[in-house]
């Protein structure tokens, strides 16, 4: 996909990583290029009508050449509220790319789902999830940016989840990314809508940022920060 692709790569699986309440990572629109890696760690705090919540994510990604790439993510999570809820999973995916012109992309992603669900009590056992992605990278004041915009479907047994979502980012300055991201996640009670907003310094090939997220649908409250963290090797 070339050089200004990959410089893309670099700031958009932050904006992808920072999760929804129980929503996978995911890679986006792009794949990574034949043999290179990329593992990314989030933790996650909120409180709200719902008590406590921690939550990590680890997501290694490598580039199998060609559009192709594949993604593990291993995910856990402790809500501490009226009831004390631990939980943890992992997601194996295989992902399909097709550039659009000299900035565009577009992806397709199936993954199979394996151990505990985040989703909640009342969706047990294994289950897939499928994913289409489309996104496009763009130079303004001489920095480059990205916009990613995506839809998925997950279930387990009899337990569906819906996800469409919308995301930015800016590399406003050397070694600086600021990434807007907002998205909705419906299926059986489940309704919710999630904004967030994070900032991303590189140092030495490391990536170290923080992020805020928020609950906007109204339905309920729920707020906290996410600290993050970006290998490529």
């Known amino acids: 996909m070339g050089e200004r692709h990959w410089k893309l790569k670099r700031a958009l699986p932050l904006a992808c990583l920072a999760p929804i309440a129980h929503q996978p990572a995911h890679a986006g629109a792009w ?12 933790i996650a705090r909120e409180t709200g009508d719902f008590g406590e919540a ?13 559009g192709w790439g594949v993604n593990i993510k291993v995910e856990s999570e402790i809500r501490i509220g009226t ?10 995916g295989i992902q399909k790319a097709f550039a659009l012109g000299e900035r565009g992309s577009i992806a397709i992603q199936a993954s199979a789902l394996l151990g505990e669900s985040l989703d909640g009590i ?3 056992g294994e289950g897939y999830e499928v994913r289409a992605a489309i996104g496009s990278s763009f130079s303004l004041w001489s920095q480059e940016g990205f ?8 279930a387990r047994g009899d337990c569906e989840r819906n996800v469409t979502e919308a995301a930015i980012g800016y590399d406003f300055s050397p070694g600086w990314n600021l990434t807007l ?3 909705t996640e419906g299926g ?4 919710v809508a999630k904004a967030e907003a994070s900032l991303m310094r590189d140092l030495w090939g490391i990536g170290v940022g923080i992020g805020w997220r928020e609950e906007i649908s109204g339905n309920f409250e729920e707020k906290g920060w996410v600290v993050s963290g970006r290998v490529r090797f």
């Not at 009831?83 to 992992?90: H, P, V």
Request: hydrophobic fraction near 30%.
């Open 147 to 154: 916009v990613n915009l995506e839809t998925g479907h997950r």
């Open 122 to 124: 009342e969706c047990e």
């Open 83 to 92: 009831t004390y809820d631990d939980r943890s999973g992992a997601r194996l």
């Open 31 to 42: 794949s990574l290029p034949q043999g290179a890696h990329q593992w990314l760690a989030t």
């Open 181 to 183: 991201k907002a998205w």
């Open 54 to 66: 921690w939550r990590a994510d680890d997501f290694t990604e490598i580039g199998m050449g060609d």
């Open 188 to 191: 059986g009670e489940t309704r």
